[in-house]
Structure formats: C-alpha cells, structure tokens
C-alpha cells in the first residue's frame, strides 16, 4: 500500500457522540467486549465551530476494542458541533498526522472544511474535518503526541477481566 497523509497512523479509534456515556460504555461492552471504560469530568474548551468561537463544555471516556480505541463523548453545551448528524451514535474516526497544516490544506482542495478545531490545554491542535457529504461521518487528525495516553488506555484493557467497567480516569 502506498503511503498518504492519512494512513501512516491508520485509524486508531472509532467515536460515537452519546447522551449517557456510562450506559452506551455498558451495551458496548456486553455486545462487543470493548472496555473497560475510563472516563473525565466535563471540561469546557473554547473551539473554533464553523468560523465562530464557542464554549463547548463535554466529557469523554475511553476504552479499548481489539486495537481501537472507542471514544464516548457527551455534550452538555449548546450550540454543539456533535448534534450537526441528527442523531446520537457514530461520529468520526481519528487518525494521527504530522503535518497538521498540510493535511487541512489537502481535505479542503478536495472540498472537505473543519467541522471545528480547536487547541487543548495541552498544546494539542485537533481539527474535526466534515467529509458528510460524501461519507456520512467526521474525521479527527491530530498529531500523534497523545500516544503514550492512547498507550495507557490500551494498556487498562490488556489483562482485563470485564469487571469494574467504568472508572474515574487517573482514581
């Protein structure tokens, strides 16, 4: 396979926007054998969203199935990019990139925008890009600096037993 902007990480986690996290984590689970669970308090992030500034205020847990990671995230703000589908269920999926510039410039010469972007207190530029209108979803790049963190997620389900599903990230 040859190598592009997007599949040198190759997609390593699938998210679903939810409107409760803990239950969603639970039926994941039982179906798929996907956990365990570890999520955050909400936190409020000022993001870019279609060219407006805005206060999105969510919280997002974590967990592993096979080698994705599964991403919750559930929003208690408004306006919310999330709610743009229609519905609660499957979002985006992620992929890393290094060259985070290059690879806006490339999404939008084939006509693909920012959903949103935004800068985590960490330093991390994330952007959300809207491929709906072709694929029916989102994309999240980001560059690959969170992996020790995608590590530990990963490293949580690796002899778990599939008790203590949800748990406090960092209890």
């Known amino acids: 396979m040859y190598e592009t902007i997007l599949n040198k990480y190759a997609t390593n986690q699938i998210s679903y926007y939810v409107e409760d996290m803990e239950s969603f984590a639970r039926a994941h689970s039982a179906l798929f054998g ?8 909400p936190t409020t ?7 407006q ?7 997002t847990a974590f967990g592993q199935f096979g080698d994705l990671q599964i991403e919750l995230v559930q929003v208690l703000s408004k306006p919310n990019p999330y709610e743009e589908l229609g519905h ?4 985006h999926f992620s992929n890393w990139v290094d060259d985070f ?3 806006i410039k490339q999404f939008a010469e084939v006509g693909f925008e920012p959903l949103f972007t935004m800068t985590s207190g960490g330093g991390l530029r994330v952007a959300y890009i809207d491929l709906t ?6 994309l999240e790049i980001h560059a690959p600096v969170v992996k020790p963190f ?6 949580a389900a690796k002899d778990w037993d599939g008790k203590d599903l949800w748990r406090k990230l960092g209890a």
């Not at 992030?45 to 060219?51: A, E, K, L, P, S």
């Not at 500034?53 to 919280?59: K, P």
């Open 133 to 138: 209108s072709v694929y029916g979803h989102y």
């Open 34 to 41: 996907s956990g365990p669970f570890l999520y955050m308090d």
């Open 88 to 91: 609660y269920g499957f979002h």
């Open 53 to 59: 500034q805005i206060e999105l205020t969510m919280s």
């Open 45 to 51: 992030q000022t993001v870019d969203y279609r060219g």
């Open 150 to 155: 995608w590590d530990s997620i990963a490293a």
């Open 101 to 103: 510039d290059g690879a």
